[in-house]
C-alpha cells in the first residue's frame, strides 16, 4: 500500500521554529517530486514548497520565503520541511503529497498523485 506520513507538527510561540518530516511506504520518494499544502479552517488549501524528485529545483509560496527550507534525503525515504520564524498565520494543517516529476515542481494539487493525511502546525503565544 502506497502511503505517505507526515510528523513534526505541533504548538509553537510566534517566532519559533518546527520540523516537518514525510515520510513514504510502499513507494520509493526519490522518483516523485513531494510538495507540502497547508489549509488553514474556512480556506482553500494552499501550496507551501516543493522539491523535485532530483532536488535540484525548489519553490515557495511568497509568504514563507526566507523562512521556510524544505529538502530531501531520498536514503531515508524522506522529505523535511524546516519551518522557522513562525507567524500565527502559518497555522494549518500541513499535508505532503507525491507527484511523479523529476526535474521541477509545482504547487497545482490537481497535480499530485498521493496525500498524507496530514500533521497540525499551530503557532500561538
Not at 521554529?17 to 526519490?30: E, I, N, P, Q, V
Not at 500565527?88 to 515542481?105: F, G, Q, S
Request: proline content about 2%; overall charge neutral.
Amino acid at each position: 500500500q502506497l502511503q505517505l506520513v507526515e510528523s513534526g507538527g505541533g504548538l509553537v510561540q510566534p517566532g519559533g521554529s518546527l520540523r516537518l518530516s514525510c515520510g513514504a511506504s510502499g513507494f520509493t520518494l526519490a522518483n516523485y517530486a513531494i510538495g507540502w499544502f497547508r489549509q488553514a479552517p474556512g480556506k482553500e488549501r494552499e501550496g507551501v514548497s516543493c522539491i523535485s524528485g532530483r532536488g535540484g529545483y525548489t519553490d515557495y509560496v511568497d509568504s514563507v520565503k526566507g523562512r521556510f527550507t524544505i529538502s530531501r534525503d531520498n536514503a531515508k525515504n524522506t522529505v523535511y520541511l524546516q519551518m522557522n520564524s513562525l507567524k500565527p498565520e502559518d497555522t494549518a494543517v500541513y499535508y505532503c503529497a507525491a507527484d511523479a516529476l523529476l526535474n521541477l515542481c509545482v504547487f497545482s494539487r490537481h497535480d499530485y498523485d498521493y496525500w498524507g493525511q496530514g500533521t497540525q502546525v499551530t503557532v500561538s503565544s
